[in-house]
């Protein structure tokens, strides 16, 4: 059983949008027992749709295609598949009532444009789209699935989980012999390749037999790694069996790095932490700007533990709102051990938590200072124990530096966690 | 000229990665006039890799590789490459060389399994580096180029920059007759056909002649429509001439929504606003929970105008950080048009700047209440001749609540710096 994917429009070819539906969809399609052989993006051209279609429906069982569905003149994914079944359209009267009343909700007139949505190629069988206008086309032919989905994410996850994939399941039941299940455990703070030799031999891990295969990767992005095991095996069973060995052996090498191994970020772990200890925090930041307090409130229920979070930029809002002092910043400049220290338990003071952390120093693209060169960070932690800061020299890019100083920050706040349990 | 962008790695086709490489390189290489035909992902498996190679050295006129050259074991890009034009390896002193030296720059020992990288198919020339350890690989042959890189986004982009581009801008420099251009117009708060709607009959923008054609596209997510101009003519300057003369036409229909026309995201176009006028911001936020600061703080040299920043999660934060009087809080709840207008005055009034901005609201997944649905929020805004508040409702997602609040309330800065100048 294989799968491919398809994503419709010239602004995903050109960059202007990134392609997060085809990520979405090859994860949830692996899980069903139906992997992506390949996925494929071409522009809103006619012929290169129906070549694509054409190389597809020979090569996979299921064909999807998302993009293309949109009211405005140059959404040609519905006429294209129309084309390619040799289908007449029909009226269909239930997707027009749904897109009146979506308007009608919103208390607008609905355009003229919005009217093409409802006219569906009598080939398909309609996916509802409660989410937006367009409705989801599944076409079940000659033993294959071809479903068309808009482009827009949450529109076409939500037919995909309403829709299409109950259908795939019931449709493929016994269909599927081989199942394949993955773990990734992420790390951060270790190299990719200092990371391979501390695990080392892989012999006991990366094998073949008869009707399995276990299998690791090591996945690099601003210092992080993930190890992405995968197991091919006959049931279920036996590939979560083959996998939770596979982990057991990578967490006694490196276990310590080993922040997540649900896909969760590193924000969803500190706060699953605190909240199970009852332990609060509060966050004063400087060249994070924000990051840190707002990977923290990404987690839904954060509001238990999270209290405040501060950005204070200036020197003036060190003193002011964290109470750092002005001769600390005097005689050790704003980015230094000492006043990331002043920061996190200033913070912890003022808004009464239990956890304070803190970062200072330098995001670029400018502002670096004789031995304190771009992505130079002090990072500060603070409890009723103990108060420290740690550095770290990043890389010279803003954003990517942001991003990584806020998730050591956090990445600091587990490891303390874990020595306090 | 045509370019297909292959990436390979399992873990961009089972989603674990979003591919992001091509839609960066599909921009670029359009720029350039060599644009994407399609963009392919596949995995790591070599009979896949090689039909992709088969397949696309037929259609197009660059190839361009990306994944599959890390220093483990389950990276196979370049030995099939070597495959592919069937090629011999020779160990690149060069390579090696410049492996070995970050590693000692790092003050680690070098891995025994980074040697490999520094074996080269003899087809191939070699493109530098800087970045890590894998150099880029360049192929031209039979008229054909074809270019392999490493998968992580700065590796690629920098190797594309000082290798790739350089390159097929000499080699092509004439080939090229026709050029394309694009513009993208990004307009917020309005929604995809009201939008269509208010710029009308679309015959002056929308057209096509004797060596030129311009298309109009609308591409909408979440509370956000951008409308892409894009123009093939045979020159440069004709291409750039259509699309200011369809701008115009859009401007003159649909202007004030529109807050950025050069890919600059809403927190720039206030950033450039503030500075030009010399003027400060600081922010109080609730539900956003720091997003709108981090946004602020992206921008290189925001710590100019940007001055606090404060998350407030609680009744007792508010108070006792942004001065909001518990008496209001009582009378109206904390998501209401008045504690946002306070919250807006309160942190202008303590950071001393010239404008203060407030987020009150319901991110979700819960904490809904009568007549407070998930996804309501008070956007309060305060200057020193005015201050107030708006309500709107957007999602049930969490995140994607975050992600639109924060904008709309950039948006509403942006209107009224509009209004104020």
Redesign the interface.
Same mark, same amino acid.
């Given at each position: 059983m294989k799968s491919i994917i398809i994503s419709i429009g010239? @602004? #995903? %070819?050109?960059?202007?949008?990134?392609?997060?539906n085809?990520?979405? *969809?090859?994860? $949830?399609l *692996?899980d069903l027992g139906i992997?992506? *052989?390949?996925?494929?993006?071409?522009?809103?051209d006619e012929n290169?749709i129906l070549k @694509?279609f054409k190389r597809s429906i020979k090569d996979a069982d299921v064909i999807v295609v998302t993009g293309g569905l949109?009211?405005?003149?140059?959404d040609i994914t519905v006429r294209t598949v129309a084309k390619f079944f040799k289908s007449k359209f029909v009226l269909n009267q239930k997707v027009l009532k749904h897109v009146r009343s979506i308007f009608a909700r919103?208390n607008?007139p609905?355009?003229a444009?919005?009217i093409g949505q409802a006219l569906v190629p009598d080939v398909a069988r309609v996916l509802e789209n409660k989410t937006g206008t367009a409705p989801g086309l599944l076409i079940d032919k000659e033993g294959k699935v071809f479903c068309v989905m808009p482009g !827009?994410?949450?529109e076409m996850k939500y037919i995909s989980q309403t829709g299409l994939f109950p259908y795939l399941e019931k449709k493929y039941k016994k269909k599927i012999t081989r199942v394949i299940s993955?773990k990734?455990l992420h790390t951060i703070g270790i190299? $990719?390749? !200092?990371l391979? @030799?501390k695990i080392g031999d +892989?012999s006991k891990i990366?094998r073949k037999g008869r009707g399995f295969e276990v299998?690791?990767?090591? %996945?690099?992005?601003n210092y992080e790694v993930?190890l =992405?095991i995968?197991a091919t095996a006959k049931t279920r069973q036996t590939a979560k069996k083959l996998i939770a060995e596979a982990e057991k052996l990578l967490r006694k090498k490196a276990g310590n790095y080993i922040y997540s191994s649900d896909e969760s970020p590193i924000e969803k772990t500190v706060g699953i932490m605190l909240k199970k200890r009852d332990l609060t925090i509060a966050?004063a @930041?400087s060249?994070?700007?924000? %990051? +840190?307090? &707002?990977k *923290?409130?990404?987690i839904?229920? &954060?509001?238990d533990y #999270?209290?405040?979070?501060?950005?204070?930029?200036?020197n003036e809002?060190k003193r002011r709102?964290l109470g750092v002092k002005a001769k600390t910043l005097k005689a050790y400049g704003a980015v230094s051990k000492k006043v990331a220290e002043e920061m996190a338990s200033g913070i912890r003071r003022r808004?009464k938590t239990d956890i304070g952390i803190s970062v200072t120093g330098i995001?670029?693209?400018?502002?670096a200072r004789p031995g304190k060169p771009i992505g130079y960070v002090w990072i500060g932690y603070s409890d009723s124990n103990v108060t420290f800061a740690q550095d770290f020299i990043f890389?010279k890019?803003? %954003? =990517?530096n942001?991003d990584i100083m806020a998730k050591m920050a956090l990445e600091i706040v587990r490891q303390q966690l874990k020595i306090n349990n």
């Open positions: 010239d @602004e #995903v %070819l050109i960059g202007q949008v990134v392609n997060t085809a990520a979405w *969809l090859g994860k $949830e *692996l992997p992506a *052989l390949r996925t494929v993006t071409i522009p809103d290169e @694509e949109g009211p405005t003149h140059d919103r607008i609905m355009p444009a919005n !827009v994410p949450y993955q990734t190299g $990719e390749s !200092v391979a @030799e +892989i990366v299998k690791l990767a090591f %996945l690099p992005s993930r =992405r995968t966050v @930041e060249c994070t700007g924000g %990051l +840190i307090a &707002s *923290l409130t990404d839904g229920g &954060s509001a #999270v209290m405040d979070a501060i950005v204070a930029y200036s809002a709102l808004s995001a670029g693209p400018t502002g890389t890019d803003r %954003l =990517r942001k």
